[in-house]
């Protein structure tokens, strides 16, 4: 595997249900992002995580609580979900600390919340 | 506060026409990235160049060129000679002092055959 790799690519789940995203880079990167995308919004900024640790939280509800056990992985953990959640979220990762600091994408979980 | 404008939601073309994406950004930062992003309809956003703050030359790769203009807080991106497969949401970036990227809104681009 090469890049960034997230899994599933499709979740369909109720609004009781609990669930996970992963995602894992293979670029040798140290920070990694989730993002949130709706349709006709701009891409949001859910969580950064550098060396592991979370540096970035912009008031995301409770209901999405992120992990990131190592610098090559990191999980959305979902719970009690809101059909406004239906959404692609997107993990991102770069090499932080060089000032370049470029963030390649995964290719989403496209998410639908019944 | 770091903003970026794409004012231009949808575009449609013919095959081997150009189309320029306008980019507008605001900052107060100094030092600060540029980024254009490619988002095909598999969902994946695609890298396609970055700029910093303190390099105003243009660039252009194949059929893609890139102008940044400080004077006019612009980064525009023109595509030369548009084919099918150029077809996608292309986004605009904003990279400042911090690690908050801020994007465009996107312009939806349509290459017809």
């Known amino acids: 595997e090469t890049g960034v790799t997230q899994t599933p690519r499709h979740l369909v789940m109720g609004m009781t249900n609990k669930k996970s995203l992963k995602c894992e880079q293979h670029l040798g990167h140290n920070a990694m992002y989730w993002y949130k995308q709706s349709a006709k919004k701009p891409l949001e900024l859910m969580f950064v995580?550098?060396?592991?640790?979370?540096?970035e939280n912009n008031s995301v509800p409770s209901r999405f609580s992120p992990e990131c056990p190592n610098s090559s992985h990191l999980f959305l953990h979902l719970h009690t979900l809101q059909p406004e959640d239906s959404a692609l979220y997107l993990c991102?990762?770069?090499?932080?600390?060089?000032?370049?600091?470029?963030?390649?994408f995964g290719p989403g979980t496209r998410l639908t919340v019944l | 506060a770091q903003k970026v404008t794409q004012a231009q939601t949808e575009i449609s073309v013919v095959e081997k026409e150009d189309v320029t994406l306008d980019c507008v950004y605001e900052t107060r930062d100094t030092t600060y990235y540029l980024f254009w992003y490619k988002q095909p309809p598999s969902g994946e956003l695609v890298f396609l160049i970055r700029r910093n703050s303190f390099d105003e030359q243009n660039e252009i790769s194949g059929r893609y060129s890139w102008n940044f203009q400080k004077s006019t807080s612009s980064f525009n991106f023109t595509i030369t000679a548009s084919q099918v497969v150029d077809s996608a949401v292309y986004f605009c970036a904003l990279k400042g002092y911090n690690n908050d990227m801020r994007f465009g809104a996107g312009t939806r681009l349509t290459v017809k055959p």
């Open positions: 995580y550098s060396l592991e640790e979370r540096v």
């Open positions: 991102a990762s770069s090499l932080s600390g060089t000032g370049v600091d470029t963030q390649y």
